[in-house]
């Protein structure tokens, strides 16, 4: 039956060849070294298919109950180590088959009946990006999770916010964590979606066409956890836009673990020092005693360039693509896995760093208080206290700071006759809202980051997360 010696054409498609593929014809083709991924995927699709075809009546029972006893022993052989993945068979689909034909003999030969490898692996791919993204998105709920954690533990703890990277409004530590909540909520949300899309079933589309056998697509899209089967036969094996959609979630995702990246990175430098990693995560250099390197933040960093780079890979590989199926499209799966192994590895060490980081809390507070990082403050007391229009407020606030940058010292260190000389309404009151505290207090409002606000935020994630 089955001849991996390729004398007399392929064994599984060679009827009209008479001589085998040439070396390269098989390096530049086979891609059983990186869809062996797809075993299991494989599996239960040929599985779901096999029921399905005996139910219908179209292969007979006995034939099928030996096939089911093939797959079990091929997925044992799998499980184990076993099982011969065989570049002579090219991919995936036609290793099982040939490996399923050793095992049973004639029967294996009925159960690529309606079906092609063509809606085989546009079956399989889509079961494996749709468990990548379920994957995913309880990743991100775990990193939620530990931000969220962090986050109630530091509503109140005071640092500088930034805009541009100079110090703007003092925030809370917790209301900067609370942020990156927010946007990994987002991108769950976005493999939600994805997911909810994807779900229909191209088995049994075939080759292209569809079948002429009396198949049941209901049946197997049901038997596979699909919520119905695809529409058309010649989008079922043509479409790869599930994995770009993907990938472009992942893509947004990975951005945003590339900015807390950044951050910790930023954080744990000495001239930051608002936060500490311990050795867990910290790397040393083999020349300078003093380093304590963030390397996993780092690779967090770069890691979003590569799954990017696995978006554009697939598209570039998609667009212009004539209907239905082309052999291109095998090129979708390395970009696919290898960004899905990135975002998992980045995702658990961002979860990992998250958990470990201390914070740093008076080095925080301090840089929170310098930069005059409460003008606005000023600014806006000026306008509830006096009636002053804000853009005079700011004008006098402004000078404020100059007055303070000329005697080089803060806001809340000028007399008060420096700050009556700018506007003589200014009473000892507006000492009140110049400390870092009472800004991050006042800032009440919905969202912001008074810790109350904060506070608020925590408990409803705490609760959506339950
Ligand atoms: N290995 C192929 C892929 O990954 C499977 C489909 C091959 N179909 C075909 N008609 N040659 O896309």
Redesign the pocket.
């Known amino acids: 039956m089955v001849d991996d010696t390729g004398k007399a054409g392929h064994s599984l498609w060679g009827g009209r060849f008479s001589a085998k593929p040439a070396d390269l014809m098989q390096a530049i083709n086979v891609?059983i070294g990186f869809?062996k991924r797809l075993s299991s995927e494989d599996l239960a699709g040929s599985r779901a298919h096999a029921a399905m075809l005996a139910a219908a009546g179209i292969i007979p029972a006995a034939d099928e109950a030996a096939i089911q006893g093939g797959l079990d022993t091929i997925d044992g052989e799998i499980s184990a180590g076993t099982f011969p993945f065989r570049d002579a068979f090219?991919?995936?689909?036609m290793n099982v088959e040939a490996r399923l034909s050793e095992l049973i003999g004639p029967a294996s030969g009925r159960l690529h009946t309606a079906r092609?490898?063509?809606d085989?692996?546009a079956l399989d791919?889509r079961l494996w990006v749709r468990a990548a993204c379920d994957r995913t998105e309880a990743q991100l709920r775990g990193l939620q999770a530990a931000l969220v954690e962090k986050a109630d533990r530091h509503a109140g703890t005071l640092m500088p916010g930034f805009t541009h990277l100079q110090s703007a409004q003092p925030v809370t530590f917790g209301h900067h964590l609370m942020a990156y909540v927010e946007m990994f909520g987002r991108d769950a949300s976005r493999f939600q979606d994805a997911r909810a899309r994807m779900n229909e079933c191209p088995l049994g589309a075939a080759?292209l066409a569809g079948t002429s056998f009396p198949i049941d697509r209901v049946a197997t899209a049901r038997a596979l956890g699909f919520d119905r089967p695809t529409a058309n036969s010649l989008d079922s094996v043509s479409a790869r836009d599930y994995a770009q959609e993907a990938l472009s979630a992942a893509t947004i995702c990975a951005t945003h673990l590339s900015r807390l990246a950044e951050e910790i990175v930023l954080w744990t430098t000495s001239q930051f020092g608002f936060v500490k990693l311990s050795d867990a995560y910290t790397t040393g250099s083999s020349i300078m005693p003093q380093k304590r390197n963030a390397d996993a933040a780092e690779l967090v960093r770069a890691k979003a360039s590569r799954i990017l780079g696995s978006l554009v890979s697939l598209s570039g590989v998609m667009k212009g693509l004539p209907l239905a199926?082309g052999?291109d499209?095998?090129e979708?799966?390395v970009p696919t896995f290898e960004a899905f192994d990135a975002l998992g590895l980045s995702l658990a060490a961002m979860t990992g760093m998250i958990d470990d980081l201390a914070a740093q809390e008076a080095a925080m507070a301090a840089a929170a208080g310098s930069g005059h990082a409460t003008a606005t403050d000023l600014a806006d007391w000026l306008v509830r206290t006096l009636g002053m229009p804000f853009r005079e407020a700011h004008h006098v606030a402004g000078s404020a700071v100059k007055r303070a940058d000329e005697l080089d010292c803060g806001l809340a260190d000028l007399a008060i006759a420096d700050l009556q000389r700018l506007e003589p309404r200014i009473t000892m009151d507006i000492y009140a809202v110049l400390t870092p505290e009472a800004s991050v207090a006042s800032r009440d409002s919905y969202g912001g980051t008074a810790p109350v606000r904060v506070r608020e935020q925590v408990s409803r994630w705490k609760d959506l997360l339950k």
């Open positions: 891609s869809d090219e991919d995936i689909h092609s490898r063509n085989q692996v791919f080759a199926y052999k499209m095998q979708d799966k």
